[in-house]
């Protein structure tokens, strides 16, 4: 069975990404994706596979996962059960961690645990107790306590003692293999093309599907429509631009962002973050007044 590739959305005034999730959850899938992962269950038991590694994990088992190592925790649960929070992650990229290591060169003692992840790597009770706080810490830090939180982490990670690989030595993923699948094929190309005008047509031709099996699978694989995980990775991009791009107007970043009319953009930026582009300037506005007046 081919993994599903993930897009990893890290935004742009961002280094890495944080976050958690309850099961069922449509990333609870055997997938894999260009980053890093450090991922933490929460709750719940069950069985997990990590590239041709299957074992059995409980609350506490933290495992960092290297780039394109295919891998999915699955809860053992009765059917229809709900579990808000079942696990915590963190995600970020090679060219982070390497520019990272580029300027502050005791970022180096990270690397064995780094080349370890690439087979899966599964850390003691210890560590995960020691990473456990810092971890749900960084899921609502902002500004520098995120780095704080993160080199913190990585460096409880790199101190870490009886950690061990989890696939063979032999085992090496292929993520151009991987890449074949045709729904993989659509999203890199939605994850590539993400301004540009495409529809749910043109990405079943890319995908080799019919377009109605096309949607039902876009679905299981996301969670939602393919409209709705469009709009959602271009609000992020819009949001993205108006924190950085002061000079560029609200019209402009509706575009720059793949909308092709302001009406649909204010309207879909008003459904995701609850308030209008205008008024998002303007509260990054008054955070940053309020910062140079402190």
Excluded at 101 to 109: A, G, I, M, V
Excluded at 110 to 136: D, I, K, N
């Amino acid at each position: 069975m081919k993994p599903d590739l993930e897009i990893v959305q890290i935004g742009r005034a961002e280094s890495f990404k944080a976050w958690e999730h309850g099961f069922p959850f449509h990333t609870v899938r055997w997938h894999f994706h260009p980053e890093y992962e450090l991922h933490q269950v929460v709750a719940t038991t069950g069985h997990y596979f990590v590239g041709d590694f299957i074992g059995n994990f409980a609350p506490g088992n933290l495992v960092l996962t290297g780039p394109n190592l295919p891998h999915n925790w699955v809860s053992q649960l009765p059917a229809g059960s709900e579990v808000p929070l079942r696990s915590r992650v963190l995600q970020f990229s090679e060219q982070f961690i390497r520019n990272a290591t580029r300027l502050f060169p005791e970022l180096s003692s990270l690397v064995p645990v780094l080349e370890l992840s690439r087979r899966g790597a599964l850390f003691s009770a210890e560590t995960s107790a020691q990473v456990g706080p810092m971890l749900a810490d960084l899921l609502t830090a902002t500004d520098v306590r995120r780095i704080e939180l993160f080199l913190s982490i990585v460096g409880t990670l790199s101190r870490a003692r009886n950690t061990r690989a989890l696939t063979g030595a032999d085992y090496h993923p292929d993520p151009s293999g991987f890449m074949a699948t045709g729904i993989n094929e659509a999203l890199a190309y939605i994850s590539s093309n993400l301004t540009e005008p495409f529809s749910e047509k043109d990405l079943a031709a890319i995908s080799r599907l019919s377009p109605s099996r096309f949607s039902r699978i876009f679905r299981r694989h996301t969670g939602m429509a393919l409209s709705q995980y469009v709009n959602r990775l271009r609000i992020n991009l819009a949001s993205q631009l108006l924190m950085s791009e002061a000079g560029m107007c609200i019209t402009d970043i509706c575009f720059a962002a793949g909308f092709k009319n302001i009406s649909n953009f204010n309207r879909q930026f008003l459904r995701q973050k609850g308030m209008s582009p205008t008024q998002f300037r303007a509260l990054l506005a008054e955070n940053a007044g309020a910062e140079q007046a402190a």
